[in-house]
């Protein structure tokens, strides 16, 4: 057994692949422009001015807006395998290994980035944890429209807008005669071919459930700026057993950048 030729491209490159096809939160945020060590950074390009033409022509420079946020979240994993070089040799004992810990890193991500509902906009808000809105199959449809309309009516572009519902409302969902009795849900939660209201359905157990109060998020891919990476993959030789660990640490951050395209429903269900 040992440890000299771990390539920590490997096991990195696999864990992001794993990640990047288990996770909702991946596909309904915007990834940074660039990151400079745990710093994520942001572009917000400014509108330029739609002017009457009157046989000139006034040039608006280009301008964009940097927003910058620290990748402050830590989160990491160490397991023990018996020989480093014979699970990089096998590649779906390697397959299983990072396809496992990336999952946990799908738990804990979307977990944190579906928690950043309390950052829509006010006009954006249907329910409150005091006064939720109970959900049944008769209402969940239009209440998941009425999101869809909130982003309409602050300007939010059409495509690339989505909804994320635990499995429970997509249970109501299911009852209902304008969406599919049998929804297909694919790795990263999006329920194929199914959409309200020009928002694409995707379904996530990581989305907040405060004390039984579910929320369901309605957004546009550029509401949240979302960046992660893998900071450190290392294996060493375990003294305490005999076989070797793999360690790595993921970093990572997030932050609503456009509050006027996310929208949230806060409700109960039964």
């Known amino acids: 057994m040992s440890v000299q030729t771990f390539i920590p491209s490997v096991w990195e490159a696999k864990l992001l692949t794993a990640y990047r096809k288990f996770s909702a939160a991946e596909l309904v945020t ?10 994520i950074i942001f572009n917000r390009i400014g509108a330029s001015q739609l002017k009457d033409y009157n046989g000139e022509v006034e040039w608006d ?5 940097p927003i910058e946020l620290n990748m402050d979240q830590k989160k990491y994993f160490a397991i023990a395998v018996d020989d480093v070089d014979a699970v990089q040799a096998a590649g779906d004992i390697l397959d299983a290994y990072t396809e496992d810990e990336a999952a946990n890193a799908k ?29 049944d199959k008769s209402n969940v449809y239009d209440y998941i429209v009425d999101l869809g309309t909130a982003l309409s009516k602050k300007k939010v572009p ?10 429970e409302v997509l249970g109501l969902l299911s009852k209902d005669d304008r969406f599919t009795r049998n929804p297909v ?4 939660g999006v329920v194929e ?23 369901i998020m309605a957004m546009h891919k550029s509401a949240i700026g979302f960046g992660k990476q893998i900071d450190k993959t290392e ?7 005999f076989s070797d660990g793999v360690r790595g640490l993921f970093v990572y951050g ?9 929208a949230v429903l806060t409700a109960t269900i039964g």
């Open 30 to 39: 915007t990834p940074p422009t660039k990151i400079e060590g745990n710093k």
């Open 61 to 65: 420079a280009a301008t964009t807006t």
């Open 107 to 135: 738990e804990k991500m979307d977990g944190f980035v579906f928690g950043l509902y309390t950052g829509a906009h006010a006009d954006n808000v249907i329910g409150t944890d005091t006064e939720p809105i109970p959900l």
């Open 158 to 167: 059409v495509a690339n807008r989505f909804v994320v519902v635990n499995a």
């Open 185 to 188: 849900v694919l790795e990263n």
């Open 193 to 215: 071919g199914q959409k309200i209201n020009g928002l694409q359905v995707v379904v996530s157990e990581e989305i907040a459930n405060v004390s039984g109060k579910y929320k």
């Open 235 to 241: 294996a060493m030789r375990l003294e305490s057993a």
């Open 254 to 262: 997030s932050e609503v950048i456009r509050p006027e395209a996310l």
